[in-house]
């Protein structure tokens, strides 16, 4: 409909969550008509954090450094181990919660129908970690979605199997809802109130 370099643009943007065709025209021509210094500090952007930023090499979560700032940090108490879906539920429980452990970032849930099988979800990684570390608590923090259960209950195997204790949150949360979504108090609620699997 446009110019071959406008249309792509509209495509392109519409890789960001809720962004439809509409809106994603809008936001085209947004950014050429009115706001082409902003749309260059955002490709810049863009381009320096895909190059720099990847994985945690212990956790998981999204790190420019090799090793993130919280397994890096002496004071965690490594004994505990916090495992989430997503780096967004762990800036949640962060914000939330009074937890002094340390996190596993699943980047996703078990769904064989999707392709993601164990060594998806790190599950190799998390064993290795659960071989080498301190760990005395695994707690596991995945949605109370069907995917996140099935999750979870592959991650207790993994644990019971090393004789570590496994607490998994409880959810005073509606079934399917995701984490990052919880308001701050039920969250450290359901870190608090967690139960023994
Ligand atoms: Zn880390």
Do not use: W
Not at 90 to 97: N, P, S, T
């Amino acid at each position: 409909m446009f110019s071959p370099l406008i249309d792509k643009l509209i495509s392109a943007l519409r890789v960001l969550p809720g962004v439809g065709p509409k809106s994603a025209q809008r936001m085209a021509l947004q950014l050429l008509e009115h706001q082409r210094e902003g749309a260059a500090r955002l490709a810049q952007a863009l381009v320096a954090a895909l190059d720099a930023v990847d994985r945690c090499k212990s956790c998981r979560t999204l790190s420019e450094d090799d090793e993130c700032s919280i397994c890096r940090n002496p004071r965690r108490d490594a004994s505990q181990l916090c495992i989430v879906e997503s780096p967004a539920d762990v800036l949640a429980i962060e914000q939330a919660a009074s937890f002094s452990g340390k996190y596993f970032v699943l980047l996703g849930r078990l769904s064989p129908i999707d392709g993601l099988g164990p060594k998806e979800i790190g599950m190799d990684i998390l064993e290795r970690r659960l071989q080498e570390d301190e760990v005395k608590e695994v707690i596991i923090a995945t949605n109370p979605t069907v995917e996140g259960e099935a999750t979870s209950h592959y991650i207790a195997d993994l644990a019971k199997s090393r004789s570590i204790k496994v607490s998994r949150i409880a959810h005073g949360v509606p079934l399917g809802g995701e984490l990052e979504y919880l308001d701050g108090g039920t969250l450290a609620h359901a870190l608090s109130s967690r139960r023994e699997l």
